[in-house]
């Protein structure tokens, strides 16, 4: 699992897919505790909290079915790329990763672990053993959405993962946006997420959703898309993710 930089280089390189302890997905009354060590087809095939519909989705699109069968979410997160498509659904569930080193164990959110392209928390020495999320937004409904050129093996041009949990009058009382692979570093919408609590959880909810909310995002001009294509196809990515969301739907390709 990759630290400052995803930069493997040469040199011996440790196989840790058969250790026990870092397998298996827990359930308990205060958190959903995925070993750091579970792939994303097992992360699919587990029976999981509506919470997760949106992980799920994302789940599908990493790669190759190979990939999924090989590739791990906590490897995912330490390749620290800004199109990785595990980190916007992982933002949204609040996660936080659990942080083993001989003699040493600490947490640290998703959130404040990547630091920029490439570049995470992670030391020398140190394996990602686990990922902890709240069991109050894995009651939540969720989605994920990414737009890319074509439909299967493909880098995100724009990303973006929902979390909404209604609550007992079927109004949001928490909402959770996230966009990927329009910075260095995918980010929360904290102003829309705002703008979304107390509103009805019912498709109309798109409409709240302006060309404002993205504007913290700092995306770049590459192959895959202009800067401006990337915003503009945010604000649309937004909107029909919360559709998806509010409808059932966890997602996919755009």
């Keep these: 699992m990759v630290g400052a930089s ?9 196989d840790i897919s058969r250790v026990a302890e870092l397998k298996g997905i827990a359930v308990t009354a205060d958190s959903v505790v995925i070993g750091g060590g579970v792939t994303w087809s097992e992360l699919v095939a587990a029976g999981l909290p509506h919470g997760f519909d949106g992980l799920k989705a994302a789940a599908l699109e990493v790669g190759s079915v190979q990939i999924q069968n090989r590739g791990t ?12 498509d595990g980190v916007p659904p992982l933002l949204t569930l609040d996660a936080e990763l659990e942080l083993q080193a001989s003699g040493s ?21 140190e394996l990602v053993t686990a990922i902890h999320i709240p069991r109050r937004l894995a009651e939540g409904r969720s989605s994920f959405l990414k737009l890319g050129s074509r439909r299967y093996l493909v880098i995100s041009i724009v990303s973006v993962a929902v979390l909404l949990v209604p609550d007992r009058s079927s109004r949001i009382a ?80 755009a």
Excluded: K, M, W
């Excluded at 995803?6 to 440790?14: E, K, R, Y």
């Excluded at 909810?205 to 404002?212: G, H, K, P, R, T």
């Design 6 to 14: 995803a930069d493997l280089g040469p040199g011996p390189v440790l």
């Design 73 to 84: 979410i906590a490897g995912n997160l330490c390749n620290a790329s800004p199109a990785a």
């Design 105 to 125: 164990n600490r947490r640290v959110p998703v959130a404040a672990f990547i630091t920029g392209n490439r570049r995470t928390l992670l030391q020398p020495g």
């Design 174 to 253: 928490e909402a959770r946006v996230a966009v990927g692979a329009c910075s260095a570093v995918a980010q929360r919408l904290p102003g829309l997420e705002t703008a979304l609590v107390g509103q009805a959880l019912t498709p109309s909810l798109a409409d709240a959703v302006a060309a404002d909310h993205v504007a913290a995002l700092t995306p770049i001009d590459d192959v895959r898309g202009s800067a401006g294509y990337r915003r503009d196809a945010a604000v649309q990515l937004v909107r029909e993710a919360l559709r998806a969301c509010v409808e059932g739907r966890s997602g996919g390709i």
